[in-house]
């Protein structure tokens, strides 16, 4: 078992995976459901077929890198047991000219020192050749400040968005144009191989970065699946019990676990995951020539109806009830055992808690159905965030950023990636004996994920300092991936209706108050019949014209 890393300092809370805290926002309804817009700037909506931005992409060029441990499965990524012995050198020289560039991407945790006096930048930045200057915003709060800046028509030299800030900023589909290079110059067909590892991203992560028929973004190609059901393995295994197979033997053992008196329950939320379990769609299911909504569907009213029989049983906590945000300090303490999350938080969780207790262990809840049914596994939008460039800069400048970013998408194994993540070794980090990296109490002070968020990679589990983690994870990927639901709109680019999102959000606000006690299951009907009068019959109907338009009807 490798060594427990070092634990980092009570004033860094290191974030290692973008969806692991941008759950809170990423739950709702809308989110979820949506897509990246490409086209059109008003409140109808528009779509149109991934396959048709094929001129407007990179030629995908595979780079020859690092052979994974474990092989991922049915769309999986794969998995790295160790860190190579020696990195790749990925590009032959810095990739900048000197120049000097500001860049505004969100981070969780505390702000890292800025440039001047954090040797973190210092030396990330004489690598690249290109002064990167961060302004880093709350993720927690990132939404208002993305809002803000696109009404404001003040933007960074370099700009990152989550994939759900898009779909919740109004009109950003015209906004992009204003504010925003047309990258379509630089990075479509042979272009790209100017750039090799931002070639080496995979063509439908780059689909979700064109807008209004242009290459706008680069891409952070996503996991498969961005959250589940998070188990403290290391409880369970103190009591003896195995994990769930069924959502019958979840209740029995959240029954036979809870334990209030002693400040121990079963459960945080985990209603999306249940969604899954009871085999509800993502969205829409298109069945018998008739698009039915999850809301519609019986599999859902079940996963909401389990949902409220945990709240009836005193088996889910009181500060999750009164939706305080303090499910992850609830997890790590054993003051719940399960609880649902971003996959990036179990990396987190073990960051901060391995130092303290070498025998903590989280898990992901085994994927199964309710009553031998398979489950309905609803996967990410193919890229997770988009990177965009000022629009306006000279040709010379856009070229040198982009250089930046095809340096910070250097895959896992190389001497690139090791840079921007970990900083200098014997100065930032460490390799312990089996020589995957520790931070050093600098780097703790002053490593951040600045470069990691200006340019996506290949998704991978790499995280071998963190004992059972790698294995654990990909075996659990290997048997969710094949799961998978099968969406009547794959390919296909959506800019939802207005009115059809907004619908959604006094939706999910009625389902939350049910789940918790505070509405009775009795007003589900009215619920979802306001829904449909607010804008769900709207969105059928502009879902059913594009399964039309692209002949899936």
Known sequence: MPPTPRRPAPTRRRFLGLVGASTTAAFTAGALGACGSNSGGGGGGSASAATSLDDLIPTHIPFDGVAPDIEGLHGAPSGFTSYPETFVQALPNPPGSGGHYTAMTPLWGPVPPGLGNNSFFDYVNERIGTTVEFNFQDGDTVIDKMNAVIAGRDVADITMFPDWTINLIPQFNRAVDELFEDLTPHLAGDAASAYPLLANLESDAWRWNVFNEKLMGVPWPAEPFGNWVLMRQDILDELGIDPPTSPDELFAIGEEINDPDNNRWAFGDFNLSMRQVFGAP????????????????????????????????????????????????????????????????????????????????????????????????????????????????DPAQVEEILGVLNFCAAPFGTREYMDYRYGEEGVHHERNDDGAPELTDLGNSEVNDGYYFISGRPPAITESQYPDFVQWKTDWYNHAAQFAEEDPFAGIRIQRPERFSAAETPMTDKVEDIIRGREGLDQLDQAISDWRRDGGDEGREFYMGVLQEHGRD
């Open 282 to 393: 993502r969205l829409w299911r298109y069945e018998n020539g008739e698009l039915i909504h999850m809301f519609e569907t019986e599999e859902w009213r079940a996963s909401i109806e389990f949902m409220r029989r945990i709240f009836d049983a005193g088996l889910m906590h009181p500060d999750v009830v009164a939706k305080a945000d303090n499910s992850k300090e609830l997890l790590n303490s054993g003051q719940i055992i399960f609880n649902q999350d971003g996959l990036g938080a179990w990396n987190e969780a073990y960051a901060q808690m391995l130092g303290e207790n070498s025998d903590f262990r989280l898990d992901l809840m085994p994927v199964f159905g309710q009553g031998g049914n398979d489950p309905v596994m609803h996967k990410s939008d193919p890229s997770g965030q988009s990177v965009f460039i000022r629009k306006g800069m």
